[in-house]
């Protein structure tokens, strides 16, 4: 803080911990441990966003805001649909061919969105194949 390099990093953190402090004391006696999870979430992707406001007034870069949203808005939803398949009463097959059509379905919207590109999805692929090699 002395050298008001981090000047920004104080309001966030302050900011972060007491919606978390709030959230758990709202959501354990509720939800027990999953309630603590969302706590931390919602305090951490808060915390997040007012960091890149901050940091977007220090040094601009060119993110276009409505592109972001609805990139977390997709990984939100996924990240949704994806969890209550962990409770179902399916066997472990279908969970993971539920799962894996969903990470499909992700992955086709993210390149029609243009968020990912096949060249990066080629590369990883690769990269993974090359690693269980050695």
């Known amino acids: 803080m002395f050298a008001d390099k ?5 309001p966030a953190s302050i900011l972060g911990l007491s919606l978390n402090i709030l959230l758990n004391i709202l959501l354990i006696p509720i ?3 999953i309630g603590a999870a969302i706590a931390t979430a919602v305090a951490s992707i808060l915390t997040a966003t007012v960091l890149l406001f901050f940091a977007n007034k220090a040094h601009p870069l060119p993110i276009k ?12 939803v996924f ?5 209550p398949v ?9 969970k993971i061919f539920v799962k894996v059509l969903l990470l499909l379905l ?4 993210s390149v029609n969105l243009k968020y990912i590109t096949t060249t990066v999805i080629k590369s990883v692929f690769f990269s993974i194949i090359r ?4």
């Not at 981090?6 to 104080?10: C, D």
């Not at 805001?65 to 939100?76: C, D, E, G, M, N």
């Not at 962990?86 to 279908?94: D, I, N, R, S, V």
Request: zero cysteines; aromatic letters at 26%; a positive charge.
């Open 86 to 94: 962990l409770y179902l009463e399916w066997g472990f097959a279908w």
């Open 79 to 83: 990240t949704l649909l994806a969890y």
């Open 31 to 33: 939800y027990g441990a």
């Open 6 to 10: 981090l000047v920004y990093n104080l």
């Open 106 to 109: 992700f992955i086709i919207i």
């Open 65 to 76: 805001a409505k592109r972001l949203v609805s990139l977390f808005t997709i990984v939100v």
């Open 131 to 134: 690693f269980n090699y050695k």
